[in-house]
C-alpha cells in the first residue's frame, strides 16, 4: 500500500499534482500545514494529523465535519514533530511504500530532523524517501541496485551514521571498492550514474542517497 504525506515545508504545487498523478497513491496523510497545499489543489487527504499550530484554521474548519476524513490533533508538547508522528501513523496504516514531499524547507533543522525519522521505516525495511521537484533522499543500510533515472543528474551518498564501512558503488563515473565514508568527509558528493543499473554495497553503517536534478 502506497501512502504520501503531504507536510508544511517548501512545496511546488505542480510538483506535488504531477506526482499524486503519477503514483496513484492509496493513502494522503497531511501533516499540519501541509493541508494548506492540498485545499490549494483541491486534493481531499484520508488522514490529518498535527498539533495544528502553523495550520490556518479557517481550513481546517472545512474538513472538521467530513467522516471520510480521520483527523488526529496532537499536543503541541510532544516528543515527536508533526511530520515524524505523520510517519508513524503511515506505518501504523500497513503502508508498503511512502513518500514525503514538503519535508525539505527553510527550517534546516526540521529538514535535517525528517531526513533522520526515515531511519524508522528503514529499521522495518519500508520502502521511504522524500521528494521535492529537485531531488530525492532515501537511507541505504544494505545492498542494493538502482535504475538510471535521467532527470537525476547526480547521486550523493553521505552517512548516516558516524561510519558507513564496506562501501562499494559498480556502474558509477567514481567507483569505490570496499570504502569507508566517515562524518565530516564530502568524498561521497555529486556522483554520477554511467549505466542503466548500478549497484550501492554496505556493510556496516547507513548512508544517505540524494538523487539530485541540478
Do not use: W
Not at 517548501?10 to 492509496?26: C, M, R, S, V
Not at 524508522?120 to 537511507?139: D, R, V
Not at 535504475?147 to 537525476?152: A, G, M, N, P, T
Request: hydrophobic share 35%.
Amino acid at each position: 500500500m502506497k501512502t504520501i504525506i503531504v507536510t508544511g515545508g517548501n512545496i511546488n504545487k505542480d510538483f506535488l499534482e504531477q506526482t499524486l498523478l503519477n503514483y496513484k497513491y492509496d493513502n494522503i496523510i497531511a501533516s499540519d500545514k501541509g493541508l494548506e497545499i492540498l485545499d490549494k489543489c483541491n486534493i481531499k487527504p484520508n488522514y490529518i494529523i498535527g498539533d495544528f499550530d502553523s495550520l490556518n484554521k479557517n481550513i481546517l474548519k472545512k474538513y472538521l465535519n467530513d467522516k471520510t476524513i480521520k483527523i488526529i490533533e496532537l499536543n503541541p508538547e510532544k516528543d515527536y514533530t508533526d511530520t515524524h508522528m505523520a510517519l508513524k501513523l503511515a506505518i501504523d496504516i500497513k503502508s508498503t511504500k511512502i513518500s514525503i514531499i514538503g519535508a525539505i524547507g527553510s527550517r534546516i533543522d526540521h529538514t535535517l530532523a525528517n531526513i533522520n525519522i526515515l531511519k524508522e521505516t528503514l529499521e522495518k525495511n519500508i520502502e521511504c524517501n522524500i521528494l521535492n521537484e529537485n531531488n530525492k533522499i532515501t537511507l541505504v543500510n544494505k545492498d542494493i541496485t538502482i535504475e538510471k533515472e535521467e532527470e537525476y543528474k547526480y547521486i550523493s551518498l553521505l552517512p548516516l551514521t558516524t561510519n558507513a564501512t564496506g562501501v562499494t558503488l559498480q556502474g558509477f563515473k567514481y567507483p569505490l571498492f570496499n570504502a569507508t565514508l566517515q562524518i565530516g568527509e564530502s568524498i561521497g558528493v555529486s556522483n554520477e550514474q554511467i549505466e542503466d543499473k548500478s549497484t550501492i554495497k554496505v556493510k556496516d553503517g547507513i548512508l544517505i542517497l540524494i538523487k539530485s536534478k541540478d
